[in-house]
């Protein structure tokens, strides 16, 4: 079993879609965990980041931690076409420690 | 403006070679990182480094190897000894100040195919 799993896609959605994105993950120790948007052909670059369970919120994003069940969520409200991407979930158990990356999901937001 | 820089974009060897690949940051991050990405398998770790002259394997070093005399550099050498060395390379860097996430900020890739 990975240690980070994440349904590879691709998904395909029109424009103005709420989108949702899942990993799940087998390390219980894991506290921080992280979404980076990866456009074709350039590097990862950071979406938000979230500590131990809950909620955080940021502009049209929102991510979920779910620490109980080993699962984490993105959801992107009024999806736009420049959202169309790979998405990476990633995680790490201390602030320093190496960080595990999920395969990403791709999505495409069709106008 | 502060960034990562990876060089070649490109890059084409023939099976046998050794090719290194470049990596500059000049964002005073303390660590650097290697990764391989290959097609539904995510980011790979190869190597990383949290200080100056001294850097540690990550989960896929073999046939790799790295030098880290500069803060700001961080190159990666791909060796014939390096089964499947066709790939996309990332590189990046993070401050390590103990508080937050490790947050990772990458450069944009060199694409390495072996011909």
């Known amino acids: 079993q990975k240690e980070v799993e994440q349904d590879p896609g691709p998904l395909s959605v029109p424009e103005g879609a709420i989108v949702s994105l899942n990993c799940t993950y087998s390390?219980?120790?894991?506290?921080?965990f992280m979404w980076y948007r990866q456009y074709s052909r350039k590097g990862p670059e950071l979406l938000m980041y979230t500590y131990s369970s809950g909620n955080k919120e940021d502009g049209r994003f929102t991510a979920q931690v779910d620490k109980s069940s080993k699962y984490i969520s993105l959801f992107i409200r009024d999806s736009q076409p420049s959202d169309s991407a790979t998405y990476l979930c990633a995680m790490s158990v201390t602030s320093y420690d190496k960080v595990i990356f999920g395969p990403g999901t791709s999505l495409s937001v069709i106008p | 403006d502060g960034g990562i820089t990876q060089s070649p974009k490109y890059l084409f060897r023939k099976e046998g070679q050794n090719v290194t690949l470049s990596c500059e940051q000049n964002l005073n991050h303390d660590a650097m990182y290697w990764y391989r990405q290959d097609p539904g398998q995510g980011l790979r770790l190869i190597y990383y480094?949290?200080?100056?002259?001294?850097?540690q394997k990550g989960d896929i070093a073999e046939g790799y190897s790295v030098s880290r005399e500069k803060k700001e550099s961080f190159p990666l050498t791909v060796t014939s000894a390096q089964k499947n060395p066709t790939a996309f390379y990332l590189c990046a860097s993070s401050i390590t100040s103990g508080s937050g996430a490790n947050v990772l900020t990458f450069g944009a890739g060199s694409r390495l195919t072996v011909l």
């Open positions: 390390n219980s120790a894991f506290q921080y």
């Open positions: 480094s949290q200080i100056v002259n001294d850097f």
